[in-house]
């Protein structure tokens, strides 16, 4: 009997860490799954988004709200279309990887496949059209270099109904007046909300048309948001520097 406890201690021992290693691989797979298929964690590192987004913005975008592409996937898979694929509404916020500069990006569904579209003065237009645009107010822009700005803030409706907030710095700059956009069939013209901070689809070259396929997903929700993009892990800068106003918001 003396001889056979320690044997059954050490059998002991060697089964709880199989179990912990068991649990913490089944965790890290519920992870990766939920990641994949239901929601993503975002953070916003610039200003291109603001106010709708401010720098610092935590939230997550849901992956199944438009199916699923070959960059919903922690690896880029070698195929083309959408799973369960669905269409975006216009004036939706939308993650996607913009293949130019092999990044993530987020901006706003301005344009839908086979619409045409232009600035004109500051007002976007589409489909010939002058989109709806209401001024709200004056506020101050901070970027990502600290440079503030003022800005003129505007409620922008678009054909379908929906409206957003958006700001400019003025109605004369570099992409407030263009040409034509015709949107291809599959594609999408993303547009930030802060018109004279953002490069989008208005640069051709940079940016341009988005592709149903690279459409990561609908952001959804701010979970966490701090000034200056902080660190989260830095809790003895919270006091001062979250902003719990914009914690556990829907985004519009």
């Given amino acids: ?29 519920i992870a990766v799954l939920f990641r994949t298929f239901v929601y993503q964690p975002f953070s ?13 913005d935590y939230f997550v975008a ?39 500069a092999n990044e993530d990006y987020i901006k706003r569904v301005v344009g839908m496949p086979g619409d045409t579209v232009q600035m004109i003065d500051g007002i ?22 600290g440079m ?16 957003h907030i958006i700001q400019e710095v003025s109605d004369q700059g570099p992409l407030d007046n263009t040409g034509e956009y015709v949107v291809p069939a599959g594609h999408y013209f993303m547009m930030g909300d802060n018109r004279d901070r953002s490069q989008d689809s208005r640069v051709l070259s940079a940016v341009g048309y988005v592709p149903a396929q690279n459409l990561i997903g609908k952001a959804d929700a701010r979970f966490f948001s701090i000034t200056d993009n902080i660190a989260p892990w830095k809790l003895w800068e919270w006091p001062a520097n979250v902003r719990f106003d914009r914690m556990f918001t ?3």
């Fill in 1 to 29: 009997m003396s001889q056979s406890t320690p044997k059954a201690g050490k059998t002991s021992g060697r089964s709880e860490l199989r179990d912990t290693i068991v649990v913490i691989i089944e965790a890290l797979i």
């Fill in 44 to 56: 916003i590192p610039t200003a291109s988004m603001q106010s709708t987004l401010m720098i610092g």
């Fill in 62 to 100: 849901s992956k199944f709200t438009w199916g699923y592409g070959k960059y919903s996937f922690p690896v880029p898979l070698p195929f083309n279309g959408r799973i369960l694929g669905r269409d975006p509404n216009q004036g939706d916020v939308a993650v996607f990887r913009n293949e130019i």
């Fill in 124 to 145: 976007l237009h589409i489909n010939g059209t002058a989109v709806e645009r209401e001024e709200i107010g004056q506020a101050t822009d901070r970027d990502s270099f």
């Fill in 148 to 163: 503030s700005v003022p800005v003129t803030v505007y409620r922008e409706t678009l054909p379908n109904g929906s409206s």
């Fill in 250 to 252: 829907g985004i519009e």
